[in-house]
């Protein structure tokens, strides 16, 4: 199928994967498609091959072939868009579309939310982040990026148990299930954690996210701590939008 009609792609590249989705001007949906990180943080060149390889995806599931490429008008929300150089980087690229607009992940998420009108948000996936949508401002709260930001987001919680795991392991603190399945993924062994450490990245943590979220439901006590930890942080982006009228 050839692209007739105006066509629209809308990308969501997060820390964990990257999500495609074409629609033509009457709000239809023609394909989706889905591939692996792309956050800025794992380099320009790999976040954009995700963002096409999911594209691409989308086109097949769509029936477009490459030609049609040239017809489709591209928003790409992209996470890390705010890292310095990274909106130069991106603008740089030389693609095969009508047009590209580059926006962070976080606004992407809120003009989504309230369809374009005024509104607030607060995401929390591999990262976390706040963000705002007033009178044409932006406001963002938090969303630095991991480690140094991104309170009760996935990666932060799988920071969290870790450390804790590696104290547990130490006799420094108190262990539990959850600690020993954690440790256990290092085959007991702190010093290979430590060594995985020194590789992995945010979406790395993040695995560990929905692991200590299992044990919280089943009521392990440091697995709910950690989730009332993560809680708190997004609860309290949240209390700044409202404490600020927004």
Same mark, same amino acid.
């Given at each position: 199928?050839?692209?007739?009609?105006?066509?629209?792609?809308?990308?969501? *590249?997060? /820390? $964990?994967?990257?999500?495609?989705? @074409?629609?033509?001007?009457?709000?239809? =949906?023609? +394909?989706? !498609?889905?591939?692996?990180?792309?956050?800025?943080?794992?380099?320009?060149?790999?976040?954009?091959?995700?963002?096409?390889?999911?594209?691409?995806?989308?086109?097949?599931?769509?029936?477009?072939?490459?030609?049609?490429?040239?017809?489709?008008?591209?928003?790409?929300?992209?996470?890390?868009?705010?890292?310095?150089?990274?909106?130069?980087?991106?603008?740089?690229?030389?693609?095969?579309?009508?047009?590209?607009?580059?926006?962070?992940?976080?606004?992407?998420?809120?003009?989504?939310?309230?369809?374009?009108?005024?509104?607030?948000?607060?995401?929390? *996936?591999? /990262? $976390?982040?706040?963000?705002?949508? @007033?009178?044409?401002?932006?406001?963002? =709260?938090? +969303?630095? !990026?991991?480690?140094?930001?991104?309170?009760?987001?996935?990666?932060?919680?799988?920071?969290?148990?870790?450390?804790?795991?590696?104290?547990?392991?130490?006799?420094?603190?108190?262990?539990?299930?959850?600690?020993?399945?954690?440790?256990?993924?290092?085959?007991?062994?702190?010093?290979?954690?430590?060594?995985?450490?020194?590789?992995?990245?945010?979406?790395?943590?993040?695995?560990?996210?929905?692991?200590?979220?299992?044990?919280?439901?089943?009521?392990?006590?440091?697995?709910?701590?950690?989730?009332?930890?993560?809680?708190?942080?997004?609860?309290?982006?949240?209390?700044?939008?409202?404490?600020?009228?927004?």
């Amino acid at each position: 199928m050839a692209a007739k009609v105006t066509t629209y792609l809308g990308i969501d *590249g997060g /820390g $964990s994967r990257c999500r495609a989705r @074409i629609e033509d001007e009457h709000d239809t =949906l023609l +394909g989706e !498609g889905i591939s692996g990180p792309a956050t800025t943080r794992v380099g320009i060149e790999e976040a954009w091959r995700s963002i096409m390889e999911a594209c691409e995806a989308a086109a097949a599931q769509a029936g477009l072939n490459r030609e049609d490429f040239s017809l489709i008008h591209a928003g790409i929300g992209i996470a890390g868009f705010g890292r310095q150089g990274a909106e130069a980087a991106l603008k740089r690229i030389v693609h095969p579309f009508a047009s590209v607009l580059f926006i962070s992940d976080g606004v992407a998420a809120c003009l989504g939310a309230h369809s374009g009108t005024d509104g607030a948000i607060v995401v929390a *996936g591999t /990262g $976390s982040v706040g963000v705002g949508l @007033i009178g044409g401002r932006e406001i963002r =709260l938090g +969303g630095y !990026g991991f480690p140094i930001s991104d309170e009760g987001s996935g990666a932060d919680i799988g920071l969290q148990v870790i450390r804790l795991a590696l104290r547990a392991a130490d006799r420094r603190g108190e262990t539990s299930p959850l600690l020993r399945e954690v440790l256990g993924a290092f085959d007991h062994d702190p010093h290979r954690a430590v060594a995985w450490s020194e590789e992995a990245m945010a979406a790395d943590y993040a695995v560990f996210a929905p692991i200590v979220l299992r044990y919280a439901t089943q009521g392990d006590p440091i697995g709910r701590r950690i989730v009332e930890r993560a809680a708190k942080a997004l609860g309290d982006l949240l209390d700044m939008f409202f404490s600020t009228g927004n």
